[in-house]
């Protein structure tokens, strides 16, 4: 077997296309395949199928190809244009490489691979391309598989927001709850995000008639959202959301109880973890605070007793809500009465959280898959450019199209 034998099956190249010639070249670290057809071929027309064109011109073109060994490896190969009796004078689709991109299919699905687990940058790097180069394949096969998606299934949605940039820069994921993936991303925050999804939704084969639960989280915005385009929709609110917002009311008593306890300063997080997660000294320290009796002790009791209602049967957890509201009434604490107020203002929605299992937990994940994504690549240049990332990293976008 000569060794362009051995490319020529390690290429899958069928007929006419052969590789004519092989040339290493040591000292620059490269491969050079040199793809060819007989005199005398015929290929397809590429806008209408029709086969047998005969070839009106040729245009010598190289494609990247996967490195050989520490070699990099190039493909050239003239490409013909042929004249269909139909079409006219078309370029023909070569077999290895998509129309206008200067690697070849297998290059690209490497890519593709290695931009799940790593910034672009490095990759870049590691294959000597330009990054913008790299970005172009990416930006092509996401969101090509972004249009392709059949949502006609979805039923259960949640969204969430997570932070684009610095500052107050959002983008919003909304994640279809069978597949676990993200579906759609919108720019920012506020309900019209909502209503985006929506259309994209139905411009996808779904029916926002369809959608039966959406786990959002209490602010007005998604409600505000969920309400005016999900008409059928029950929203849940997520059980993270509610925690998050019990810390938050436990840090403002914390926060002005501090300003008069020495011994609460800079134990914020004793009050922020459960118990069972905190160090021996910290468990100490713990105790000495609740024996003083103190307002951020009480605050995170009430913390505590509200996680539990996560573990009850949805009868119980309704009676325990209202039994959990009338002590904090009772209480002295300005931020967790205010707290109490709103859990019981969105009850239904938090309740339905424990009869339907929906919680945002697949979001909270992939947010956090994001952002480790982001800080990794030192942030990305467009919005664009870290919406492809989601997709990429928690959509399910790319079965279809590379594999
Ligand atoms: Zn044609």
């Known amino acids: 077997m000569r060794d362009t034998d051995l490319f020529q099956l390690a290429l899958g190249l069928t007929s006419p296309w052969r590789v004519m010639r092989a040339e290493f070249s040591v000292d620059e670290g490269r491969l050079d395949l040199h793809v060819d057809f007989p005199a005398g071929s015929r290929f397809a027309c590429a806008e209408c199928g029709g086969e047998g064109c005969g070839v009106h011109d040729t245009k010598t073109e190289t494609w990247r190809h996967l490195d050989f060994f520490q070699h990099r490896a190039f493909l050239h190969a003239r490409t013909p244009r042929v004249t269909c009796p139909k079409c006219g004078v078309h370029k023909v689709a070569v077999p290895w490489a998509r129309a206008g991109s200067g690697f070849t299919l297998l290059f690209e699905a490497y890519v593709l691979a290695l931009a799940k687990a790593m910034p672009i940058a490095n990759i870049a790097e590691r294959m000597g391309e330009h990054d913008t180069r790299l970005w172009r394949i990416i930006d092509y096969y996401v969101w090509e598989a972004v249009e392709e998606q059949d949502l006609s299934e979805v039923r259960q949605i949640a969204a969430d927001e997570t932070s684009a940039r610095r500052g107050h820069d959002y983008i919003s994921l909304f994640v279809d709850m069978a597949s ?21 939704l139905e411009s996808h084969g779904g029916d926002r008639e369809a959608i039966s639960d959406a786990s959002i989280d209490m602010g007005a915005a998604f409600e505000a959202g969920i309400k005016q385009n999900f008409a059928n929709a029950e929203i849940t609110f997520d ?165």
């Not at 676990?180 to 994209?200: C, I, L, M, N, P």
């Open 180 to 200: 676990r993936k993200v579906v759609y991303v919108a720019d920012g925050k506020d309900s019209g995000t909502v209503k985006e999804f929506a259309d994209f």
């Open 239 to 403: 059980k993270f959301h509610v925690i998050k917002l019990a810390n938050e009311a436990v840090d403002q008593v914390r926060r002005e109880e501090v300003r008069n306890n020495y011994e609460i300063k800079g134990r914020r997080y004793i009050f922020l973890k459960n118990v069972e997660n905190l160090t021996m000294e910290e468990k100490e320290a713990l105790s000495r605070l609740e024996a003083q009796n103190l307002d951020t002790t009480q605050a995170m009791q009430i913390r505590m007793n509200l996680q539990q209602l996560f573990m009850m049967g949805a009868k119980t957890a309704r009676l325990f809500l209202d039994r959990w509201n009338a002590w904090v009434q009772v209480s002295d604490l300005a931020p967790m009465k205010r707290l109490a107020k709103t859990i019981m203002g969105k009850a239904e929605g938090i309740l339905r959280s424990i009869d339907t299992g929906l919680s945002n937990g697949v979001l909270e994940a992939i947010n956090g898959n994001v952002q480790a994504a982001k800080r990794k690549a030192k942030g990305y240049r467009t919005k664009r450019n870290l919406k492809t990332i989601v997709y990429l990293i928690a959509g399910d976008v790319l079965a279809n199209s590379t594999t």
